[in-house]
């Protein structure tokens, strides 16, 4: 199984490279990262995804002619990126236009692409491949791998990723009556693709259980759900589908979610990892997710997801609820927040909603306990204290906020502009508001696009320890 997620920004980038006057088709190239998956947690099966790291034109002198119906350019320049692409573990990619017509490919791309798979095969050898791509006149766009020249594989699916989501290839499945009413609202494209999308909320608590619990009624095909945690008595206040045999049994949260969405029968898959979001046995399954919710209040699970959407293209949409309580000298401070995070846009650890120390410290707590406990001992370690307040009512709205967000993306319900990069309300004020902020100029992650769509790298997203 093979799919792709093409930045937003590349796909503007090549839209505008490649748009021509005369009808003429035109061709650039494009870099990919690649995630292989050796066992999806839906399926069990292995999957490949490629993701669009950076857009090359191709260079004046190798462009040789085009029409309303062919592009020719030297090999040269792909010969060089070729190089380039396997020294650095990243797959090269073809692009082409068929300016009057939708995507797909032609009998004439066909003996051109074997033709080029025969330089490759006879440079490096057979176990090297080139990815295609072709776009449409009418927005449309297709994508396969060939890895012999004999042999290609066609991407099931395209993801367009970024502020707004749009997926190419998605195949209409019969009528799903159970989803009648949300498709009388955005159509009767908009089910399919929900249908197809694997999400992955992380966090099963406050705001991770309304979440997983809405997705699972809005179709979503594929969930997986990741939390280390049991249900405790203190968690019935929140945790939607928890029940207080499940605090007696000390369920784990993921359990009790999977067992709530399995016996409603919705047709979703669920997938669960009990477990922290940073165990390498979680890896597999977060890079087979199209978009992943982060519900956790971890900071150290935080700054992981952050590092994630960088270097996958994976949008993560990330959620988390402010409460203080009114004291003599001050009001109530109420607030729930949705930050998309994405190439393009700024990262949490710009935005300030990541702790560096903390976060090292609860990877402390997890990975030495006794050291941990000892430099607690010695203060060095503030944590602790009392636990926050919190309230159901404002963790499923800002749950509500949050997929509301993933929806604008995918059908633009609000209008063009695509997903809020970040939305604040509050709920003691009844105020809306959405805000962006300039990155840090030494963050290697969204001040500039080197890591972008740069997917499998050793180690893990270049995090140490
Ligand atoms: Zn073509
Ligand atoms: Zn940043």
Not at 112 to 131: M, W
Not at 253 to 258: C, F, G, N, R, S
Not at 268 to 296: M, P
Not at 309 to 327: E, H, L
Request: aromatic share 6%; glycine share 10%; hydrophobic share 40%.
């Amino acid at each position: 199984m093979l799919d792709m997620i093409l930045l937003e920004g590349h796909e503007a980038e090549l839209r505008t490279l490649l748009a021509t006057t005369d009808g003429a088709e035109a061709s650039a190239y494009v870099l990919l990262g690649k995630a292989d998956v050796a066992a999806d947690p839906w399926t069990g099966k292995a999957r490949q995804r490629l993701v669009s790291h950076k857009v090359v034109p191709v260079p004046a002198e190798d462009r040789i002619s085009a029409s309303g119906v062919h592009v020719t350019w030297s090999t040269r320049s792909f010969v060089r990126l070729l190089k380039q692409a396997e020294e650095s573990g990243l797959t090269l990619g073809i692009v082409h236009t068929h300016p009057g017509s939708h995507a797909f490919f032609s009998d004439q791309d066909d003996r051109n692409e074997t033709e080029l798979l025969r330089i490759v095969t006879n440079r490096s050898g057979a176990s090297h491949g080139f990815a295609s791509i072709v776009l449409g006149g009418d927005g449309s766009i297709c994508a396969r791998l060939w890895t012999s020249p004999s042999e290609s594989t066609l991407c099931e699916r395209i993801m367009v990723s970024g502020r707004r989501l749009v997926f190419h290839g998605v195949t209409a499945l019969a009528d799903d009556a159970m989803l009648d009413r949300q498709a009388r609202l955005f159509g009767t494209s908009f089910n399919p693709i929900v249908r197809g999308v694997r999400i992955g909320v992380i966090g099963c608590g406050g705001t991770g259980s309304p979440t997983a619990m809405m997705l699972a009624r809005l179709g979503v095909g594929g969930l997986l759900l990741v939390d280390d945690d049991v249900i405790e008595l203190t968690n019935l206040n929140r945790v939607h589908g928890s029940r207080r045999s499940d605090a007696e049994a000390a369920r784990a949260k993921v359990d009790v979610l999977a067992r709530e969405i399995r016996e409603a029968d919705l047709g979703v898959e669920v997938a669960t990892f009990k477990g922290w979001v940073v165990d390498a046995r979680a890896r597999d399954a977060l890079r087979s997710c199209d978009v992943v919710f982060g519900c956790t209040d971890d900071h150290d699970g935080r700054l992981f997801l952050n590092r994630l959407a960088y270097f996958y293209g994976i949008p993560v949409i990330d959620m988390g609820v402010r409460i203080i309580p009114a004291s003599k000298d001050r009001p109530y401070e109420m607030a729930g927040r949705v930050t998309l995070v994405t190439p393009g846009a700024p990262c949490l650890l710009c935005r300030g909603f990541v702790n560096p120390v903390r976060a090292r410290e609860e990877a402390l707590k997890r990975t030495d306990p006794d050291e941990y406990d000892r430099r607690k001992a010695e203060a060095y370690i503030a944590g602790g204290g009392d636990p926050t307040p919190v309230v159901v009512t404002f963790t499923t709205e800002t749950a509500c906020m949050a997929i509301n967000e993933l929806l604008q993306g995918l059908t633009a319900f609000r209008g063009d502009g695509g997903m809020k990069t970040e939305r604040r309300r509050r709920f003691d004020t009844v105020e809306d508001r959405s805000s962006t902020c300039a990155p840090r100029a030494e963050c290697e992650l969204c001040a500039n696009d080197t890591i972008w769509g740069r997917a499998d790298v050793i180690p893990f997203l270049h995090r140490i320890g």
